[in-house]
């Protein structure tokens, strides 16, 4: 596609309850990072992907956090058992291979 | 793992004055700097890049700077305008993660 596009872009949930969050990277793209950015806070990274495999996963915050990569191109964040710390922007970012990272719109996440 | 320190935290100037935002990094096998540009409610875009065998690139306003001996680089913004008004962030990258700085919110005033 032209761009990195993510869904949904709002998601509203209550505490306890799993979600998913779907990235779609640019065309040809081989690396695919997801960050999360609270309210006014800079980058956290959570996980890195190169291909199918995630050489990179230190900053997933807690087991409840996983990810996935499919076909080297499509990547699920999945959040179980949902906190209401765990409301944020959750950003997708795509990059060739050692390139600038193009960023998706985000998917905003609040937990009530 | 790789630490990116960036100051200042946020920076005012008046229209057509110069911006300066620094930062520093830990690891020395870091070889690609970033910077991105980050307006209210949109996603981080990138504004110019360095790697480590250059030692300065300019893009009209725009220019960043790299001491690799001394591990910091440099945003440099002239003659500002109000829409550079944004929050502003580096980044260091050695074999895979990219590390962000925590940002700069650049205030320009007419």
């Known amino acids: 596609g032209a761009g990195v596009s993510q869904s949904p872009s709002n998601k509203v949930t209550e505490k306890g309850k799993d979600v998913e969050l779907r990235c779609d990277p640019i065309?040809?793209?081989?690396?695919l990072y997801w960050y999360r950015q609270s309210l006014g806070q800079g980058l956290e990274f959570l996980i890195y992907?190169?291909?199918?495999?995630?050489?990179?996963k230190s900053g997933l915050p807690s087991d409840r956090f996983s990810a996935e990569r499919t076909g080297g191109s499509v990547s699920t964040l999945t959040i179980q058992r949902t906190q209401q710390e765990d409301s944020a922007v959750y950003l997708c970012?795509?990059?060739?291979?050692?390139?600038?990272?193009?960023f998706g719109e985000g998917s905003r996440l609040t937990v009530l | 793992g790789e630490n990116v320190e960036q100051h200042p935290s946020t920076l005012s100037v008046q229209e057509g004055d110069s911006a300066v935002i620094k930062c520093t990094y830990s690891?020395?096998?870091?070889?690609?700097f970033p910077w991105y540009k980050q307006e209210l409610g949109k996603r981080p875009q990138l504004i110019i890049d360095?790697?480590?065998?250059?030692g300065e690139k300019k893009d009209q306003r725009i220019a960043v700077t790299l001491n690799k001996t001394a591990k910091h680089f440099s945003l440099h913004i002239t003659e500002t305008q109000p829409e550079d008004s944004a929050v502003y962030f580096c980044?260091?990258?050695?074999?895979?993660?990219?590390?962000f700085g925590k940002g700069t919110m650049l205030l320009v005033s007419p």
């Open positions: 690891d020395s096998a870091s070889n690609y």
């Open positions: 065309s040809g793209h081989t690396a």
């Open positions: 970012a795509s990059s060739a291979f050692r390139g600038g990272l193009f």
């Open positions: 980044a260091a990258r050695g074999y895979s993660t990219l590390t």
């Open positions: 360095i790697r480590s065998n250059v």
């Open positions: 992907f190169q291909g199918n495999s995630a050489p990179d």
